[in-house]
């Protein structure tokens, strides 16, 4: 039971650190502009299909994965450029709205270019051999994947952590989206500032793109819905617009998902004669092995209850309306 427990606390720490990435560029957006960029997931799924060309090219990964961050930045800017800077300041359903319309032509465009190459709409995705198998480590198996997310998700956010609290540039991130206009008055490049937080959320999409592409094994136009409100959900449970808070509620949910799945089915675990025999069948009457089946809907519970209890999220500020 003690190799079973550790077991799912590595892969909790594997999926919260996946859905921290996926949060950071969520809040990091929201917290400068106020704006719930929903097609922060098409985002990740333009990073999957780069790398399916990179990686069906014969690139390897390390040449592979600049030019998939890259690729993303780039559509991460023009998004910024083309459809919320020219709509900044109004009103907060309007950039909803938008966010909602940048998804789908992301969506569209690319079943659009798959049709015309040819290609189904469901691609398998070549996983590189880099991030094939399993890490043995005692009775404790660790597939390389899920390593690989949790490294990156720990250098990333730390990385993320220095950039907004030693460089000017993050400073000036920070002030921004304490107030932007009083921000634009002392003279902070806003222009700059909103660009610079698009690129690293994008950035940060594209790393989870990949991995959660590797984990998926399957790729399609509409795979970015179910990152990006996992996201959301993991924002708001930290806190939304807190980079901390998002980083917070990203281990949060995977913790909560991983307790709910291992729970399903533990008295058809328990190995014959450690408990009593009443305590097996109550176990498996109250948590069958069916309950995983229900893990989005008990995440989504959790969620209501803390948004009862704090409103503004476990790290979040109460904000006046006045303030907004």
């Given amino acids: 039971m003690i190799d079973y427990a550790i077991q799912q606390v590595v892969n909790a720490l594997s999926a919260g650190s996946l859905y921290a990435l996926m949060a950071v560029g969520l809040a990091m957006v929201f917290g400068i502009l106020r704006l719930i960029n929903f097609a922060h997931g098409d985002l990740m799924m333009i990073a999957a299909y780069l790398a399916v060309f990179c990686l069906g090219a014969g690139l390897p990964l390390a040449v592979a994965l600049p030019i998939i961050v890259l690729g993303t930045v780039v559509v991460g800017l023009l998004m910024e450029r083309v459809a919320y800077r020219p709509i900044r300041g109004a009103p907060d359903v309007a950039m909803l709205l938008t966010s909602f ?18 290609r ?6 070549p996983s590189p051999d880099l991030l094939n198998g399993v890490v043995t480590l005692g009775a404790v198996t660790i597939s390389k994947v899920n390593l690989a997310s949790f490294v990156a998700g720990i250098v990333l956010l730390g990385l993320l952590s220095v950039f907004v609290t030693r460089t000017n540039l993050g400073l000036s991130m920070r002030a921004a989206a304490e107030d932007l206009s009083a921000a634009q008055l002392m ?10 937080a698009f690129a690293i959320g994008a950035g940060l999409a594209a790393v989870a793109g990949l991995l959660y592409s590797i984990q998926a094994g399957q790729i399609n136009p509409y795979m970015g819905f179910t990152p990006v409100l996992k996201a ?37 675990l328990l190995p014959a004669g450690s408990v009593p ?9 109250w948590l069958p092995s069916g309950l995983a089946s229900w893990r989005d809907a008990v995440v989504f519970v959790v ?10 999220g476990i790290l979040g500020r109460r904000v006046r309306e006045d303030e907004l």
């Fill in 187 to 196: 003279g902070i490049k806003v222009n700059r500032v909103v660009a610079t």
């Fill in 232 to 268: 959301f959900i993991a924002a708001v449970i930290g806190g939304f617009g807190s980079i901390t808070g998002a980083v917070l509620g990203g281990y949060v949910l995977g913790f909560l998902e991983v307790l709910v799945t291992s729970l399903a089915g533990l008295g058809d």
């Fill in 277 to 285: 025999p009443e305590v097996r069948t109550f176990l498996q009457q």
């Fill in 120 to 125: 189904p709409q469901l691609i398998a995705f």
């Fill in 101 to 118: 319309a940048v998804g789908q032509i992301l969506q569209n465009g690319t079943l659009l270019t798959t049709r015309l190459a040819g």
């Fill in 303 to 312: 969620l209501i209850l803390v948004l009862l209890v704090r409103p503004q």
